[in-house]
């Protein structure tokens, strides 16, 4: 078991940055691949981007490529989600996930057995 925690989240106008971070507790975090989801209103939860167990494998969405960095600090136990260029469509709730059923990126919703509680990211025109 593991629990995630995200903080992080806020309001900021388009162009701006913000940096997500998500804690977590309970197994050993070397074994456990992560990603970020998000989810706008009336939308179904998206892939984001996804670390592997070692965190020197990483994979973005099209809509984030480029703009958006997941990294992962082992010995903190926590991954981040350095966001920058942010554009009012990149408005939703987002979620950090964690699976220990595979050692690679996972980009399937469905793969993460962990989730948090989530975080508000709203981006202002």
């Known amino acids: 078991q593991v629990q995630l925690v995200e903080s992080g989240g806020g309001l900021v106008q388009a162009g701006g940055s913000l940096r997500l971070s998500c804690a977590a507790s309970g197994r050993t975090f070397s074994n456990y691949a992560m990603g970020w989801f998000r989810q706008a209103p009336g939308k179904e939860r998206e892939f984001v981007a996804g670390?592997?167990?070692?965190?020197?494998?990483?994979f973005y969405s099209n809509s984030v490529l480029g703009r958006f960095t997941i990294s992962k600090d082992s010995g903190k136990n926590t991954v981040y989600l350095q966001m920058n260029r942010l554009k009012p469509e990149d408005t939703a709730v987002y979620y950090c996930?964690?699976?220990?059923?595979?050692?690679?990126?996972?980009?399937?919703?469905?793969?993460?057995?962990?989730w948090g509680q989530g975080t508000q990211v709203t981006v202002s025109s």
């Open positions: 670390i592997d167990r070692s965190g020197s494998g990483t």
């Open positions: 996930a964690a699976t220990a059923k595979f050692a690679g990126v996972e980009v399937l919703l469905r793969n993460y057995n962990y």
